[in-house]
């Protein structure tokens, strides 16, 4: 068993890129894939949308991006994850070689798998003249008659890709207009051996042992058409949430939920790029995605550490929680940070700087009664109490704390006794 810091679940350009940052921070980390790098780019030819490249091929842009993260010492590791469960403050990932590694974050960059037509010969003709990949297949069907399924970029780049080799093209969508951009549109419908077909649909796949023929709903007529290959391009099913033993919150389609961090609802653990819930799925967005994912989970690791410290008592698991509903605020030097009077609702505790706190005298002048600084908290008296703030509390240095709200710091103190006491008994002293 080996122990990581953050363990990076897919190999694609938002693993890669995920990858790339905690090296550079180093952080002990790991990416596992059981396909090793590159991701669903290695399928695609030409990509002429990521900034400072005006066009590269897939699989030379992700050789890149592989080569830098390794670079800066990234561990990668081709095997794949067959479960991820949580214990106490630590995640267990189960490998399918049947070992076990344990990580304190988690992120997920595991994209999605192609979605099949459903239609009869789908998966009979599978490899015999059915394709998800153009790049992988295309060189199979010189001057071959083909179809292209989708409306899609995908469908449209990978259309654009088999215009090399076959020598008639059938572009298939079952709406009357493309969604793929237009400058995708007007490359391939230009060319005079496309022919665009919509609406329409597959009806059945079918030749005897390869593809020789589709049936297509054109119009609410169906008729049979000679073709060799079949590409379909119709979106993808995103893959993850069956890893984890816990429930992990998604979307209706699968597509895994977080917040701007890419925080999941289980503490610890993040989703970036093709596998969560978001508007575009772009190589752009995945990188995107995978920095903020990393940048929090390293912050995450670091406040799970003050956590444990903070609170030695409380579950390890209640330790998490904590850790990863925390925010992270910085007062410059005189600046209040909470003033008597005020409302009670969170807890500060003091990772940088210090503190000096004041009270209001009988006579209304302040007087100094404390100073605090790094790993001591302020503002459980109000939590305890139900009261508002006795004291003034400002920055006698520049200042950085973490912050619980009230619910999470009432989770706290329910679940141990030992924390419960602790803190009571601060606050008895402060009162």
């Not at 695609?44 to 890149?64: C, H, M, N, Q, V």
């Not at 960059?109 to 599978?126: A, C, R």
């Not at 033993?245 to 503490?267: A, C, F, Q, V």
């Not at 990863?324 to 030097?333: G, K």
Request: charged share 25%.
């Amino acid at each position: 068993m080996a122990e990581f810091d953050v363990a990076i679940i897919g190999g694609g350009p938002a693993g890669l890129t995920a990858g790339l940052y905690a090296a550079r921070a180093n952080m002990n980390a790991v990416l596992f894939d059981a396909k090793g790098v590159g991701g669903e780019i290695l399928n695609t030819d030409l990509i002429e949308d990521y900034p400072g490249f005006a066009s590269i091929t897939g699989r030379e842009l992700a050789e890149k991006m592989a080569e830098h993260a390794t670079k800066f010492g990234l561990k990668v590791e081709i095997q794949g994850v067959t479960k991820v469960s949580s214990d106490g403050d630590r995640k267990i990932l189960e490998m399918a070689d049947g070992t076990t590694h344990t990580a304190a974050a988690v992120i997920l960059t595991v994209g999605g798998e192609p979605i099949k037509l459903g239609v009869p010969g789908e998966e009979e003709f599978n490899g015999k003249g059915v394709s998800y990949c153009a790049v992988c297949d295309g060189a199979f069907f010189k001057g071959a008659d083909l179809a292209v399924v989708g409306g899609g970029d995908s469908a449209f780049q990978e259309g654009l890709f088999l215009t090399r080799f076959g020598k008639k093209l059938y572009v298939i969508h079952r709406r009357s207009t493309y969604r793929a951009q237009a400058i995708l549109q007007e490359r391939l419908l230009s060319i005079d051996m496309v022919e665009p077909l919509t609406p329409a649909t597959i009806k059945e796949i079918g030749g005897e042992n390869i593809v020789q023929w589709m049936d297509v709903d054109h119009d609410g007529v169906i008729k049979r058409i000679p073709v060799d290959g079949v590409f379909i391009f119709v979106g993808f099913k995103p893959l993850g949430r069956e890893l984890f033993e816990e429930h992990i919150d998604h979307d209706k389609d699968g597509y895994i939920l977080t917040d701007s961090n890419m925080r999941t609802n289980i503490p610890g653990v993040y989703a970036a790029g093709d596998c969560r819930a978001q508007l575009a799925r772009q190589i752009t967005t995945a990188v995107g995605d995978a920095t903020t994912a990393l940048l929090h989970a390293e912050r995450y690791i670091e406040e799970l550490k003050h956590a444990r410290k903070m609170f030695p008592n409380a579950p390890r698991e209640v330790v998490a929680m904590s850790a990863s509903r925390m925010d992270t605020l910085r007062f410059a030097a005189d600046a209040t940070i909470i003033a008597e009077g005020a409302a009670a609702d969170r807890l500060y505790v003091i990772t940088q700087g210090r503190v000096v706190v004041t009270r209001t005298g009988a006579d209304g002048a302040e007087a100094e009664i404390n100073r605090l600084g790094p790993g001591d908290y302020f503002g459980e008296v109000g939590l305890l109490t139900g009261a508002s703030r006795n004291a003034t509390v400002k920055a006698a240095t520049p200042v950085e704390v973490l912050v619980l709200n009230k619910d999470t710091f009432a989770t706290l103190v329910q679940s141990s006794q030992a924390t419960a006491n602790e803190l009571r008994m601060v606050a008895e002293t402060r009162r």
